[in-house]
């Protein structure tokens, strides 16, 4: 298949696998769970596909080409790839296969939830590839519909309210991201095209250096920050997370926490940063500020939480926060990146975090939806005794959990370690605070696997009610287990192919701001 | 002298004139068409023909008809490139802007009258009465979005006017009907007849009425005046108050919307949907050719004249927008909901103009980066898609009001409650009207919104205070979730209330067709957005 046909099919393919659903009978419900597995297995096969056609010797953006979609605003339909989005396309594929296996619950309207779903998908692809500002804000509003539908109607209790709250917020991100994206437009007479965008930021566009000024770079970082921090999400934007989290049904807070977090860091490192450099490094250390009391803060209200699920949304927060700090670790002295290396390997390290956070937050919740599934409740100090009755699944949830935690071994491990790392190079103070966020983490989740899966019995409602994981919920299960283990032990297998455009990334930024910079110095920057 | 006696001399008038007025009765034809179509209605009343062929038949051939020819003329101005054409001594004009809205308008009357022929509404004892109403306003509409002369301009609106004020009392037996209606009129009257004051004031100080001759004129007289110690100035100034007043209540800008709400609670849906969208769209024209021949080419004492009126209306359009959005927050009547709504769209697309003046004030290549020229056609261009995406989301969510008022007799939002359950299909085309209305991606909607943002985001360079007008913009969006939210809440997430009255619409039937077709276009234009974009900025290059 040919690169361009093999994008457009992994965008395009589970909206159109949702339109034949309308022929499907209501009361044919296996037959519509096949055929959504069967959409988001296809989806997922065409992404391997493309990771077996990537090459990950070359740094830039491969299969990249653009179609004239409203030519009189010089908006293109342009997809592209390289190794900062494809590891996250691979993860949207993996992420919606297991949530569609894990739909199997879902009662109420299965043909609308599966429709959205679909959508959903496309619109979560669409943003990863595409290459366009302009058609990324269109599938970043895309998926707004879907989730907004998701949680309202298929979610528990306060979804009314958790579901709006998430709409509003994402909404007025956008709002922002969408005069940042004109302020864009009209700097760079009419071009939405992020790469040629990333390009006169840099001073390396033929004619057209210096055009955005210092003060519009930091407004326009402002923007889009604000508009990528809603979604990563980061403190003080993060509050619509725990309630969509718990208000959503199991699957989508697997997406939720898998994939869709993820594209406020994607959004920072593809679009916020390379576009204002300036606006990044005047803000670097307030945001990698902001990351570590992110991880401190978020790990000290997982542990304050009751709510199985609201606790695993706390730890979001916490985890997300090292990918804010690993993306945020530049550092200048004189116009001069110091250690770029070392900003290197936080930009890596937030990246794997991302993917191993994608793993086991979803992992996370697959386990927390299959105790709610049996007992229908969440509540932490009503578990406890569960490894007595499900030891297969306790099993399968401890070594998720220590993943979350950071275990050496396992996923979640090398992302923190290496973000913290590259932190010390930024600032020893932020290193060793951020650092000890870990310790909170582990204070936390030991604590929940103590009440939830150890002691004599479990005594809450519903007791008879605790069968062992089917075989479903074990492949999903095992399938998590075995990519955590997998990425704990081998995390080159994630770094390779990203490595070389990582490497573009810091070195254009830190020309570009070396050039930005002699350009302040004789006053050439309006 | 007496009819008789002018056929005379027309007969007998020289060569050229005849063929002028034959040139200009050929270009009018989809308005005399539309007319001889009123006239067939009325006449088969009398001999009883409306008995066996329905009077909806008259209408709806005459609508198509008119939109064909419409069609044909904007084929035939692509061959041949022509220059704009005066008719009618100067009275309209005929260029790609006027065909535009002719077509747009012509399209919408057929939508709207087949809209009619599903949701019954008029039964076949009134049908004569209201296409002729319907179709009379829709000349009316058309002599406003080519009108060339102040004169026109009023004949125009009032024409629009007069057949809408007897459609919103349509509903003859209802109390709220009748009392809507006569506050339109009352409203209508006082503001027509302000502006027709206003427009004596301005002839009488530019010493014309012809559009093409008021830039010029303007620039003789005011070329030595200076501030605004000058009677004539001052003048100027209410002459264009007076005037922006009867645009405002045809567009229902605050602190001229007071009728909006009554009369589309109190009118039937079809009426309401006509009414918003077929009005207002007149009423841009208008506002937009008259402004446009006002500013001329932005040098001198114009350039002045440009930059405050667009900001005066950039800041109408901040009160109306926001105003708009606040007060539908509150509704519980969805037809007064979406009265407001409308309202506060017409302050969205005012920016349009706004931006559009303050960017034809100044002719500096020192403001913009790049390549200007576009500038004020892309603000035009906004304002059409907007116009036209505009077209399918209301009526749409019109129709869906009168498709259950039909069935439940209600049009209060609660009982809206859970209809995704019966009605699948009018639960989700509403959604999308709704999303669209709001401006989400990938609904038309947004696109319309994201064209006038980028055109006042451009005339910030100009002025700041079109930042706040972009901000107001952009928060009024957030803020208008809220309301549009709750209407697709109500339908698609809360139960149906088991003593509910039922709702039935198979899928596959006509109303149900046409719902979804009119909602379908509204997910086409925000995909397919090219075509109609081009055709938009096409249009728009006729005014500059």
């Known amino acids: 298949m040919s690169p361009e046909t093999l994008l457009t099919c992994i965008v395009f393919l589970p909206a159109v696998w949702a339109i034949p659903l309308v022929l499907f009978d209501a009361k044919a419900k296996d037959a519509m769970r096949y055929w959504g597995v069967l959409g988001t297995a296809l989806t997922f096969a065409l992404t391997l596909q493309l990771l077996m056609q990537f090459d990950s010797n070359k740094s830039g953006m491969q299969f990249k080409f653009d179609t004239p979609w409203i030519s009189n605003w010089n908006v293109f339909f342009s997809l592209g790839v390289d190794g900062i989005s494809l590891p996250l396309v691979v993860l949207t594929g993996f992420v919606c296969l297991l949530s569609m296996l894990a739909s199997w619950s879902i009662e109420k309207n299965f043909k609308g939830y599966l429709m959205l779903f679909l959508i959903l998908e496309t619109g979560m692809m669409g943003v990863f590839l595409s290459l366009d500002f302009f058609l990324f804000y269109v599938f970043w509003e ?94 003080p934007f993060h509050t619509w997370l725990p309630d969509a989290h718990v208000e959503a049904p199991t699957p989508i807070s697997m997406i939720l926490a898998g994939v869709l977090l993820k594209m406020g860091g994607y959004g920072i490192i593809r679009i916020a ?115 007595q009755v499900m030891p297969h699944y306790a099993g399968l949830a401890a070594v998720i959990f220590f993943a979350g935690l950071g275990l050496p071994g396992l996923c979640g491990f090398v992302g923190e370690v290496f973000s913290v790392l590259a932190c010390w190079n930024f600032s020893p103070l932020l290193a060793i605070v951020a650092a000890s966020g870990v310790i909170l983490t582990a204070g936390y989740i030991l604590w929940t696997m103590q009440r939830v899966y150890l002691g004599p019995e479990y005594k809450g409602p519903h007791p008879e009610a605790l069968v062992e994981m089917n075989s479903r919920e074990l492949a999903i299960g095992y399938t998590l287990v075995v990519t955590a283990i997998l990425f704990g032990v081998l995390p080159h297998l994630l770094f390779d192919p990203m490595h070389g455009s990582i490497q573009a990334l810091t070195q254009s930024l830190a020309s570009s701001y070396e050039t930005l910079y002699g350009a302040i110095q004789t006053s050439q920057l309006p | 002298m007496d009819f008789e006696a002018l056929f005379k001399q027309f007969l007998s008038g020289d060569v050229a004139q005849q063929a002028s007025i034959l040139r200009s009765l050929v270009i009018f034809l989809p308005e005399l068409v539309l007319s001889g179509s009123i006239v067939l209605m009325l006449a088969a009343r009398l001999v009883s023909l409306d008995r066996i062929i329905p009077t909806h038949w008259f209408a709806l051939l ?45 399209f919408f009357l057929v939508f709207v009258i087949a809209l009619t022929v599903l949701t019954g509404i008029p039964d076949d004892e009134d049908a004569p009465d209201f296409y002729s109403l319907l179709s009379g306003a829709v000349v009316g509409m058309m002599l406003m979005s080519s009108a060339n002369h102040l004169l026109m301009l009023f004949i125009g609106i009032e024409m629009a006017s007069v057949p809408s004020y007897a459609m919103t009392g349509f509903l003859k037996g209802k109390r709220r009907s009748s009392e809507a209606a006569l506050k339109f ?88 949907g006509f009414l918003s969208v077929g009005s207002k769209a007149a ?44 007060a539908a927050y509150s509704q519980k009547n969805i037809k007064r909901m979406l009265a407001y709504s409308t309202i506060a769209h017409a302050g969205y697309m005012l920016m349009a103009v706004s931006a559009l003046l303050v960017l034809q004030s100044v002719q500096s290549d020192l403001v913009f980066q790049g390549n200007h020229q576009q500038n004020g056609p892309r603000a035009m261009e906004g304002l059409l898609y907007y116009l036209c995406v505009y077209l399918f989301m209301n009526l749409g969510a019109f129709a869906i009001v009168a ?23 009018l639960a989700i085309c509403m959604a999308i009207c709704m999303f669209s209305l709001v401006g989400i991606p990938p609904l ?19 002025h700041w205070f079109m930042w706040v007008v972009l901000a107001t913009g952009g928060l009024n969006t957030v803020i208008s979730l809220f309301y549009y939210l709750r209407v697709a809440k109500t339908m698609c997430i809360d139960a149906r209330p088991a003593d509910a009255a039922p709702v039935t619409l198979a899928a596959s039937s006509s109303p149900a067709l046409y719902v979804m077709l009119v909602s379908g276009m509204v997910v086409f234009l925000g995909i397919i957005i090219d075509p109609l974009s081009k055709v938009a900025l096409h249009a728009a290059h006729a005014l500059f």
């Open chain 1, 142 to 235: 895309v998926m707004l519909l879907p989730m907004y539908f998701l949680i309202g109607i298929w979610g528990g209790p306060r979804r009314e309210y958790a579901a709006i709250k998430f709409f509003l917020y994402t909404l007025a991100g956008s709002v922002l991201m969408l005069i940042a994206m004109l302020m864009f437009y009209f700097n760079s007479d009419r071009s939405f095209d992020l790469l040629e965008l990333a390009k006169i930021a840099g001073g390396t566009s033929a004619g057209r250096s210096h055009v955005y000024g210092m003060s519009m770079q930091v407004a326009a970082f402002i923007m889009l920050f604000i508009g990528f921090a809603i979604k990563l999400p980061s403190f």
């Open chain 1, 273 to 387: 940063f390379p576009l204002c450099p300036y606006g990044a490094q005047y803000a670097a250390y307030f945001l990698a500020a902001l990351g570590v009391f992110s991880i401190i803060y978020g790990a000290f209200a997982a542990m304050a939480q009751t709510d199985f699920k609201r606790l695993v949304a706390y730890s979001s927060v916490s985890h997300m926060g090292y990918v804010l700090l690993g993306i945020a670790v530049w550092k200048i002295v004189d116009g001069k990146t110091v250690g770029r290396e070392y900003w290197e390997m936080g930009l890596n390290a937030a990246m794997f975090q991302m993917i191993a956070h994608g793993i086991s937050s979803t992992g996370m919740f697959f386990m927390v939806g299959v105790l709610y599934d049996r007992v229908h409740h969440r509540d932490i100090n009503k578990f406890g005794g569960i490894a």
């Open chain 2, 62 to 106: 005459g609508a198509m008809a008119s939109f064909v020819i419409v069609l044909f003329q904007f084929w035939q101005f692509g061959q041949a490139q022509t220059a704009p054409v005066e008719v009618f001594t100067g009275l309209a004009i005929h260029d790609e802007f006027s065909i535009f809205f002719r077509g747009f308008l012509t």
């Open chain 2, 185 to 272: 009129v009352v409203y209508g009257a006082g503001a027509a007849g302000v502006m027709l004051f206003g427009i004596s004031l301005l002839t009488g100080i530019l010493g014309t009425a012809q559009f093409s001759e008021l830039a010029p004129r303007f620039q003789a007289v005011f070329a030595n005046h200076a501030g605004m110690q000058d009677p004539a100035t001052r003048c100027v100034v209410l002459a264009l108050l007076m005037i922006t007043v009867g645009f405002a209540f045809k567009l229902s800008l605050v602190p001229f919307h007071f009728w909006c709400p009554d009369a589309f609670q109190g009118a039937p849906a079809e009426v309401g």
């Open chain 2, 283 to 326: 009423a841009f024209a208008l506002l937009v050719r008259l402004t446009t021949s006002l500013a001329g080419d932005g040098t001198g004492a114009l350039s002045q004249l440009s930059l405050s009126s667009g900001l005066a209306l950039g800041l109408i359009a901040i009160v109306t927008t926001t105003f708009g959005n606040l």
């Open chain 2, 403 to 425: 498709l259950i008022r039909n069935q439940t007799f209600s049009e209060e939002i609660d009982d809206y409650k859970g209809l995704a359950q019966q009605v699948p299909v």
């Open chain 2, 444 to 462: 038309g909607g947004f696109y319309g919104k994201a064209f006038i943002f980028a055109s006042v985001y451009e005339a910030t360079n100009v």
